[in-house]
C-alpha cells in the first residue's frame, strides 16, 4: 500500500535552512513523480517542486528557484527538498505526494497526485 512519511520542519529566522524528508514506500518510489507541495492558512495548495524519480531535471515554482533544491535517495526510498534562504512568505504547511505517472507534469495540479503524505510544518520569522 502507498505510503509517504514527511518528515524535517520545524522554525527558521529568515535566511536559515532546513531539509524536509519524504521517505515512500517502495511501490511508490519507484518510476513515478514525487512532488512537494505547500498550503498556508488562507490560501491554496501550490505546487513548489517535483522530481520524477527514474530520472529527468527537477522542477521549480519559481518563487523558490535558486533556494530549494529537491533531490532522491533511492537506497532509501526518499525524496529530499533542501530549503535555504528562507523567506517568511516560505511558511506553511509542506506535503509530499506522489503521482503514478512516467513523468512529472508542471505546473503540478494536487487532484492528479494519488498519495500524500500527513504534511510537515515550516515557520519562518522575519
Known amino acids: 500500500q502507498g505510503q509517504l512519511v514527511e518528515s524535517g520542519g520545524g522554525s527558521v529566522q529568515a535566511g536559515g535552512s532546513l531539509r524536509l524528508s519524504c521517505a515512500a514506500s517502495a511501490q511508490i518510489f519507484t518510476k513515478n513523480c514525487i512532488g512537494w507541495f505547500r498550503q498556508a492558512p488562507g490560501k491554496e495548495r501550490e505546487g513548489v517542486a517535483a522530481?520524477?524519480?527514474?530520472?529527468?531535471?527537477?522542477y521549480y515554482v519559481n518563487s523558490v528557484k535558486g533556494r530549494f533544491t529537491v533531490s532522491q535517495d533511492n537506497a532509501k526510498n526518499t525524496v529530499y527538498l533542501q530549503m535555504s534562504s528562507l523567506e517568511p512568505d516560505d511558511t506553511a504547511k509542506y506535503y509530499c505526494?506522489?503521482?503514478?505517472?512516467?513523468?512529472?507534469?508542471?505546473?503540478?495540479?494536487?487532484?492528479?497526485?494519488?498519495?500524500w503524505g500527513q504534511g510537515t510544518q515550516v515557520t519562518v520569522s522575519s
Open positions: 505526494a506522489a503521482l503514478s505517472r512516467d513523468y512529472c507534469h508542471w505546473p503540478l495540479v494536487p487532484t492528479l497526485f494519488s498519495y
Open positions: 522530481i520524477y524519480t527514474n530520472g529527468g531535471s527537477p
